[in-house]
């Protein structure tokens, strides 16, 4: 489905496409049934008489990069494509989202001028001051040429994902055009007719007797935050669709539970995020279901089931309990170990495990050690200390914290 929607938005743009054939470097690679694939929705490769240049190439050996990188400076050539170094930037926001430390980090690629430290910037409602740059690597660099991608932080807020970037000359100005962009998206929203013509007045009547399932949603990043959005958007039917009340990037917070409980039948839907601490008590407290996940498609067939009423076995979690890292300890040929407070359930060796840091998973695995002082436990009760080793991840910081969980297949109900 994705490939199909991609095919579809690069057509409507009227823009070229390039196909890059990944993973040849594998024995079973048939670049034949990829062609095939896409010559059925009108992608026909030129070896078989079509428009569309198909180059094989492995992301893993680097096989086909050199020729790929050829087509496309080819293709740039044939287009007259040009750009403008000594002008104000003017770039596209890839993705974007909140960072501990940092603020607002949005991943861009400049299409005309040049992006500098230090300029004034403007993103739709958002703005800001560029105060660093970084490449793809991480390292901190000074600028932004056209056709260079890098991630920048100073912007106000988090841009949506597609939205253009453009440099400006004080931030003064800046700030003017996200005011007046925020005042026009509130019009149109405000504006939005009600009226209906004697056509849709039969829908409309019928639309009146739909259940909604109301649902917030909240995600690590902008990207994964707007396909979840569109994706929920289209499932309905004649009986049930769903109700985004609100939608954000970042940790479940408590202004969302809040909502929640004021929502009759509200569920939380959490991507690559997870509540923690008093978030967590409050949920309890409150009633409020909450339903993370770390893949989209498997969010969406759980609203799927629960609209259409298929509510057949399901893998589900079933958490044990979780302990906040209060110590963190480097230990030669062995790696890192946390001196942990269990704040809530048991923590037991060779569970699975989830670090949780700001709200947001950072890693998934297994524990491989769990000690109380200097014996080996199986388990660890709330209100106790321990001392936890994580198989393969040395990236634990005080403050994060360890959830442990099991999988099982249980039936799901409404």
């Not at 000594?86 to 299409?111: D, P, Y």
């Not at 890192?336 to 495990?353: P, S």
Request: contains cysteine; glycine residues 10%.
């Amino acid at each position: 489905p994705q490939t199909k929607e991609a095919i579809a938005h690069a057509k409507a743009a009227n823009v070229p496409i390039i196909i890059a054939i990944n993973k040849m470097d594998k024995p079973t690679a048939n670049p034949d049934l990829v062609k095939s694939g896409l010559s059925e929705l009108g992608i026909l490769p030129l070896d078989w008489g079509g428009e569309y240049e198909f180059v094989p190439i492995s992301a893993k050996t680097g096989m086909g990069i050199d020729e790929l990188l050829e087509i496309v400076l080819l293709q740039a050539d044939i287009l007259e494509l040009k750009a403008n170094p000594k002008r104000m930037a003017k770039a596209t926001v890839i993705e974007s989202s909140l960072k501990k430390g940092l603020g607002t980090v949005a991943t861009i690629i400049v299409q005309n001028g040049t992006l500098n430290i230090g300029d004034n910037v403007v993103a739709g409602v958002s703005y800001g001051r560029v105060r660093a740059i970084m490449d793809d690597k991480g390292n901190h660099i000074k600028k932004l040429s056209p056709g260079e991608c890098g991630v920048i932080i100073g912007l106000s807020e988090v841009p949506e994902s597609g939205e253009t970037l453009i440099g400006v000359e004080d931030e003064k100005t800046a700030k003017d055009y996200a005011s007046k962009k925020h005042d026009y998206l509130r019009q149109k929203e405000l504006s939005k007719s009600t009226k209906v013509s004697l056509e849709e007045l039969g829908a409309k009547i019928a639309e009146g007797e739909l259940k909604t399932l109301p649902v917030i949603v909240k995600a690590d990043v902008g990207g994964s935050l707007e396909a979840i959005k569109s994706s929920l958007e289209k499932l309905r039917n004649d009986e049930i669709k769903v109700d985004i009340i609100h939608s954000g990037v970042g940790g479940i917070t408590q202004n969302d539970i809040g909502l929640a409980s004021a929502s009759e039948n509200c569920v939380i839907l959490g991507f690559n995020v997870r509540p923690t601490g008093d978030v967590k008590e409050r949920a309890k407290e409150r009633g409020v279901e909450i339903k993370t996940y770390n893949v989209i498609y498997t969010l969406l067939d759980d609203v799927k089931a629960i609209l259409g009423g298929l509510m057949s076995p399901i893998i589900s979690e079933e958490e044990i309990g979780q302990a906040e890292i209060r110590q963190v300890i480097n230990v030669p040929k062995i790696g890192q170990i946390a001196g942990c407070m269990v704040t809530d359930g048991n923590i037991t060796r060779g569970a699975d495990i989830r670090v949780i840091r700001d709200g947001v998973v950072k890693f998934e695995g297994k524990i491989s050690s769990l000690k109380r002082f200097k014996d080996d436990v199986k388990e660890v009760a709330k209100g106790f200390e321990c001392g936890v080793g994580i198989e393969g991840y040395n990236d634990m910081q005080v403050g994060d914290y360890i959830e442990s969980f099991i999988k099982r297949e249980e039936q799901a109900t409404i």
